[in-house]
């Protein structure tokens, strides 16, 4: 199971830590994402990381802003958001799937957590 936190309203220009635990297995050897819903939107990847080899990749609408991390001793992975915009505002949600890869296609990844809201104020 995966169970994403950290959601919250920040202004333009803040900062926040998505954090997503990882639950009943441990992620290496897994591909792990995050994904956002605006409303009224289809859910988009905005970044992804392999965990075998540390390798990521971002959509280019958060590029050089966000950074997907991981710690494995609390089996858990992050995304940290800087710079945010109101354009970010959005469910936010965290996935994965064994094996590996970078896609941001939600049609690969097995695992899903529920969803945290950000919103960003201007």
């Known amino acids: 199971q995966l169970q994403a936190s950290g959601g919250g309203l920040v202004q333009a220009g803040g900062s926040l830590r998505l954090s997503c635990v990882v639950s009943g297995f441990t992620f290496d050897y897994h591909a792990i994402a995050w994904f956002r819903q605006a409303p009224g939107k289809e859910r988009e990847g905005i970044s992804s990381?392999?965990?075998?080899?540390?390798?990521?990749r971002y959509a280019d609408s958060v590029k050089g802003r966000f950074t997907i991390s991981t710690d494995n001793a609390k089996n858990t992975f992050y995304l940290q958001m800087n710079n945010l915009k109101p354009e970010d505002t959005a469910v936010y949600y965290c996935?994965?799937?064994?094996?590996?890869?970078?896609?941001?296609?939600?049609?690969?990844?097995?695992?899903w957590g529920q969803g945290t809201q950000v919103t960003v104020s201007s």
């Open positions: 990381m392999w965990t075998s080899e540390g390798s990521t």
């Open positions: 996935a994965a799937f064994r094996g590996h890869g970078l896609g941001l296609e939600e049609g690969m990844y097995d695992y």
